[in-house]
Nanobody
Framework: VQLQASGGGSVQPGGSLRLSCAASTRTFSRYSVGWFRQAPGKEHDFVAARKWDGGSTYYSDSVRGRFTISRDNAKNTVYLQMNNLKPEDTAVYYC???????????????????WGQGTLVTVSS
């Protein structure tokens, strides 16, 4: 499975961006998806995840209420809508997917086999 992330850019604090992640597989509807981010000098941090059946979504405490993960299975694409962005949201954002995830593992990057290339989000005034 190949993932292509896009939508990053520079925005002022309080602004919004929507990231997209397009998957190459036609069975994407059976894959759970996650977004992670990596700030300079730091490790991957969990941002959000959505189970393949749409029954469960997960957010990190730092983004809950500001970010929304969604998917359009007809387009094989997952989105991350980011509102009220803060300077601490600055990072490279990665989408990831796997079709064998269980709910308890969706917050952990090691559980995902397939990763996109990352898209840079910079929040600065």
């Amino acid at each position: 499975v190949q993932l292509q992330a896009s939508g990053g850019g520079s925005v002022q604090p309080g602004g919004s961006l929507r990231l997209s992640c397009a998957a190459s597989t036609r069975t994407f509807s059976r894959y759970s998806v996650g977004w992670f981010r990596q700030a300079p000098g730091k490790e991957h941090d969990f941002v959000a995840a959505r189970k393949w059946d749409g029954g469960s979504t997960y957010y990190s405490d730092s983004v809950r209420g500001r970010f929304t993960i969604s998917r359009d299975n007809a387009k094989n694409t997952v989105y991350l809508q980011m509102n009220n962005l803060k300077p601490e949201d600055t990072a490279v954002y990665y989408c990831a997917t796997d079709n064998r995830l269980i709910s308890s593992s969706m917050r952990y990057d090691y559980a995902y086999d397939y990763w996109g290339q990352g898209t840079l989000v910079t929040v600065s005034s």
